[in-house]
């Protein structure tokens, strides 16, 4: 069996500051959360350093939701793959930037945001 490194989807696409995620996490609701890169398996977040310690890998994020009139709008159920700064006794860092990896994705949503991830690939080659 591959683990998720072996299957991460290398389509993945850089995004502008237009694109962000809202999702619910052990009872904080977060809203307008930067992603930098998507692809059809999941996305690339920056948070708060402050918040740092609630985003633990493994940790669910409940309806998350792609932020953007483009992509498809059905809630996700996703888990943070990896996170990147913010450990204990590291210097302080502004943001956090947290790996996402989506466990559950409507058919629909999947399929929408394949065919999306597939037109920004040529479009960015081209």
């Given at each position: 069996?591959?683990?998720?490194?072996?299957?991460?989807?290398?389509?993945?696409?850089?995004?502008?500051?237009?694109?962000?995620?809202?999702?619910?996490?052990?009872?904080?609701?977060?809203?307008?959360?930067?992603?930098?890169?998507?692809?059809?398996?999941?996305?690339?977040?920056?948070?708060?350093?402050?918040?740092?310690?609630?985003?633990?890998?493994?940790?669910?994020?409940?309806?998350?939701?792609?932020?953007?009139?483009?992509?498809?709008?059905?809630?996700?159920?996703?888990?943070?793959?990896?996170?990147?700064?913010?450990?204990?006794?590291?210097?302080?860092?502004?943001?956090?930037?947290?790996?996402i990896q989506f466990l559950g994705v409507?058919?629909?949503?999947?399929?929408?945001?394949?065919?999306?991830?597939?037109?920004?690939?040529?479009?960015?080659?081209?």
């Amino acid at each position: 069996m591959s683990t998720y490194a072996d299957r991460r989807d290398t389509r993945r696409i850089i995004v502008g500051p237009e694109f962000s995620i809202a999702f619910l996490l052990k009872g904080h609701v977060y809203q307008d959360v930067r992603i930098t890169n998507l692809s059809p398996g999941g996305c690339f977040a920056l948070v708060g350093a402050r918040d740092a310690r609630l985003f633990e890998r493994g940790a669910v994020l409940e309806n998350l939701v792609l932020s953007h009139p483009e992509l498809p709008k059905a809630p996700i159920i996703a888990a943070v793959s990896y996170v990147l700064g913010g450990r204990p006794g590291a210097d302080p860092m502004e943001m956090v930037g947290i790996g996402i990896q989506f466990l559950g994705v409507d058919d629909g949503a999947q399929e929408a945001l394949n065919v999306w991830v597939d037109a920004a690939t040529i479009s960015q080659q081209g």
